[in-house]
């Protein structure tokens, strides 16, 4: 079963960091791009970030960018996002997701930030 | 950054009713569109992808259209399992974006 396993996730004060992993089971996680997705509480949507198999190529919200970092090791199936300087308007649940040819399937379960003092 | 606009925010319909939500672009997309549904508690699911094509397991009651601009999700007769959040989402472009969702409720 392909199954996508998020955790890091917690309360942080404003401008604390912390690191999320996904570990990804029933798949060969290097033959996959790779994206987070986070939802605000009760609100929609929103792409956060992306990497290629490899991790030679990543992609950043404009609202992330320059404060989070995307990574991941294949070899462990894990797929990570360092963030830093965190914000209030931060506080989501973060997605783990895999993408196949740009669409999203399957999503995680997702792990709650919050950032608040 | 292509803005995906989704209409009716809400839609209330009784189990049996069809279900029609719509999804509009800011610019053309071709085909590269797909639908998600959410529940309450839940993570996303993808329902539709390249505008028409439904995802593994999701059943036939499920039919997306259109291309360019303009998508329509269809279902066609609202199993009580239907009523959720639905979510259209494009690849044309980086970044990937969504558009505000449509709740489906009874």
């Known amino acids: 079963e392909v199954q996508l396993v998020e955790s890091g996730g917690g309360l942080v004060q404003p401008g604390g960091s912390l690191r999320l992993s996904c570990a990804a089971s029933?798949?060969?996680?290097?033959?996959?791009?790779m994206q987070w997705v986070r939802q605000a509480p009760r609100k929609g949507l929103v792409w956060v970030s992306h990497?290629?198999?490899?991790?030679?190529?990543?992609l950043y919200a404009d609202s992330v960018k320059g404060r989070f970092t995307i990574s991941r090791d294949n070899a462990k199936n894990t797929l990570y996002l360092e963030m830093n300087s965190l914000r209030a308007e931060d506080t989501a649940v973060y997605y783990c997701v895999r993408d196949i040819q740009g669409w999203l399937d399957p999503w995680g379960q997702g792990t709650l930030v919050t950032v608040s003092s | 950054e292509i803005v995906l606009t989704q209409s009716p925010a809400t839609l209330s319909l009784s189990p049996g009713e069809r279900a029609t939500l719509s999804c509009r672009a800011s610019?053309?997309?071709?085909?590269?569109l797909a639908w998600y549904q959410q529940k309450p508690g839940q993570a996303p699911r993808l329902v539709i992808y390249d505008a028409s094509n439904r995802a593994t397991g999701i059943p036939a009651r499920f039919s997306g259209s259109g291309s360019g601009t303009d998508f329509t999700l269809t279902i066609s007769s609202l199993e009580p399992e239907d009523f959720a959040v639905y979510y259209c989402?494009?690849?044309?472009?980086?970044?990937?974006?969504f558009g505000q969702g449509t709740k489906v409720e009874i």
């Open positions: 029933g798949f060969t996680l290097s033959n996959y791009w």
């Open positions: 610019q053309s997309i071709s085909y590269y």
């Open positions: 989402q494009q690849r044309n472009n980086w970044p990937r974006t």
């Open positions: 990497i290629n198999n490899d991790g030679s190529n990543t």
